[in-house]
C-alpha cells in the first residue's frame, strides 16, 4: 500500500480523538464539548458561528452542543453588548472548573504522546506539523481550462 502523510495524519488524529473520548467519558464530556469549553476558556465571548468555525463543524451541530452545554449549567450566553442579535458564549463557574479537571485529562494523553517521542523529537515534530500548516495554508487549487 501507498505510504501518504495525509492517511498518517488522519490516522493518528482518528486515534487521538478515540482516546480523548475514553478519557473525558467519565465527566460526562465529549471531544466537541470540550473543544469549545477549551476555546472559552481562552477567548471568553465567542459567538456560536465563531466557535463553529474553530470546531470545523456546521452551525446547526454547534447550537446543539452549545444548547447541551448550557443546559448543564457550563456556559451562558448573552446578547452582544452592540450587535443584540449576536449571542457571546461564557464559560460558568462550573464550566470553568469541569474544563480544567478535562485539560489534566487529556494532558495526561498528550504527555503519553511527548514522553514516546521525547522532549527535543516532539518539539521536532511541533516544528514539522507547523511547516505542513504553512504549505497547506498557501496551496491554491490549479485552475483546470476548459476544453
Not at 493518528?12 to 465527566?27: C, K, Y
Not at 476555546?39 to 444548547?67: F, K, N, Y
Amino acid at each position: 500500500m501507498e505510504s501518504r502523510i495525509g492517511d498518517h495524519i488522519k490516522r493518528v488524529e482518528q486515534e487521538l480523538t478515540s482516546a480523548r473520548h475514553a478519557a473525558l467519558r467519565p465527566l460526562q464530556v465529549n471531544v466537541p464539548q470540550y473543544t469549545v469549553l477549551r476555546a472559552l476558556q481562552r477567548e471568553p465571548g465567542l459567538s456560536g458561528a465563531a466557535l463553529a468555525r474553530r470546531s470545523m463543524v456546521t452551525p446547526q451541530t454547534m447550537s446543539s452542543v452549545l444548547s447541551n452545554l448550557e443546559g448543564r449549567g457550563l456556559v451562558e450566553r448573552r446578547p452582544h453588548p452592540i450587535h443584540q442579535h449576536i449571542l457571546e458564549a461564557r464559560l460558568t463557574r462550573a464550566g470553568h472548573t469541569l474544563v480544567r479537571r478535562a485539560d489534566e485529562v487529556a494532558q495526561e494523553i498528550e504527555d503519553l504522546l511527548t514522553n514516546r517521542l521525547g522532549e527535543d523529537e516532539a518539539k521536532s515534530f511541533l516544528t514539522q506539523l507547523d511547516l505542513c500548516s504553512q504549505a497547506l495554508a498557501k496551496w491554491q487549487p490549479r485552475v483546470k481550462e476548459k476544453k
